[in-house]
């Protein structure tokens, strides 16, 4: 936590890249210090998304992208 201590000011962000319960100690110790947190979870959806696009040869649909997002969210949840 120290570095967090010296990086973070109260009320600040942190985007940690770790997804899943890898990110739960800096997310626990930003929240703590009432900071917003967001973790590696959209930017993996993102590359996800961009991948299976360029795949594809054409932009995901909506449900397309729904059902990328539930699929890792699901996933998130059984890593706990």
Do not use: C, I, T
């Amino acid at each position: 936590d120290r570095w967090l201590d010296r990086a973070l000011a109260p009320g600040g962000a942190v985007h940690d890249l770790r997804y899943g319960a890898r990110a739960w100690p800096v997310r626990n110790a930003a929240l703590a210090r009432k900071s917003l947190f967001v973790d590696g979870s959209s930017m993996l959806l993102a590359q996800a998304e961009e991948a299976a696009a360029l795949f594809q040869g054409r932009p995901l649909d909506d449900g397309q992208r729904r059902a990328m997002s539930a699929a890792l969210a699901s996933w998130l949840r059984r890593a706990r």
